[in-house]
């Protein structure tokens, strides 16, 4: 199976970055779209970012101009680098990915969560 580990969250004051990391291990045949989503207290999980094999990617309206999704094939990572950190981006942040264990399967995977809170 694929095993999706974050790391990178965090507190920080308004104003400041942090860069997540989500590294894919395990049986992997193939990985295909990757992302990041977020749920913050009493809210549903909502996407934050996404990023296909191919590099093409998509933001949430909230991060746009503020968040880059990035990955390395190699290294089967995807990082969320995040800028100008508002309060309202405190939420535990989860990793996704689409991948393939062996040829002919497919599943979406999540990692267990980071918690990311931006206050002063």
């Known amino acids: 199976q694929v095993q999706l580990v974050e790391s990178g969250g965090g507190l920080v004051q308004p104003g400041g970055s942090l860069r997540l990391s989500c590294a894919a291990s395990?049986?992997?045949?193939?990985?295909?779209?990757m992302g990041w989503y977020r749920q913050a207290p009493g809210k549903q999980r909502e996407m934050v970012a996404t990023i296909t094999s191919g590099g093409s990617t998509n933001y949430a309206d909230s991060v746009k101009g503020r968040c880059t999704i990035s990955r390395d094939n190699a290294k089967n990572t995807v990082y969320l680098q995040m800028n100008v950190l508002k309060p309202e981006d405190t939420a535990v942040y989860y990793c996704?990915?689409?991948?393939?264990?062996?040829?002919?399967?497919?599943?979406?995977?999540w990692g267990q969560g980071t918690q990311v809170t931006v206050s002063s």
């Open positions: 395990g049986t992997i045949f193939s990985i295909y779209g």
């Open positions: 996704y990915a689409d991948a393939s264990p062996r040829r002919g399967v497919t599943a979406a995977y």
